[in-house]
């Protein structure tokens, strides 16, 4: 079974950070991002499975600043009580404030219980 999705919207984003001294980013930013989404639901196998969401969120007025996020899942269906959930993220800014680095990824092992 396979399902995808996907939207776009316009999105107002305010943001307020503390930068270090001589940063050419600002310290509060307000800006219009044009996002766009697209989901994906596999089921790769019986007990099986994969989804992930992207996102990408272009600046409107500067589309060289632009934002890139993804997560997703592995779900294993052990039993009918148990499930075992490998999930990530990752996110990439292309004009962070100074000190920042462009990407950050992470991950996670979940345990479901059902009773």
């Known amino acids: 079974m396979k399902n995808t999705s996907s939207g776009t919207s316009i999105i107002?984003?305010?943001?307020?950070?503390?930068t270090v001294s001589g940063d050419i980013h600002p310290n509060n930013t307000n800006v219009y991002?044009?996002?766009n989404y697209q989901t994906i639901y596999i089921k790769l196998?019986?007990?099986?499975?994969f989804n992930n969401t992207f996102y990408y969120q272009p600046e409107?007025?500067?589309f060289k600043d632009f934002r890139f996020y993804t997560e997703g899942e592995?779900?294993?269906?052990?039993s009918?009580?148990?499930l075992v959930i490998f999930s990530f993220d990752y996110l990439y800014d292309s004009d962070p404030p100074s000190g920042i680095k462009k990407y950050d990824f992470g991950y996670e092992t979940g345990f479901v219980i059902t009773f």
């Open 12 to 18: 107002y984003e305010v943001e307020n950070i503390d």
């Open 33 to 35: 991002r044009w996002s």
């Open 45 to 49: 196998y019986k007990d099986v499975v």
């Open 80 to 82: 009918d009580k148990f």
């Open 74 to 78: 592995f779900e294993f269906k052990i």
């Open 60 to 62: 409107i007025k500067n």
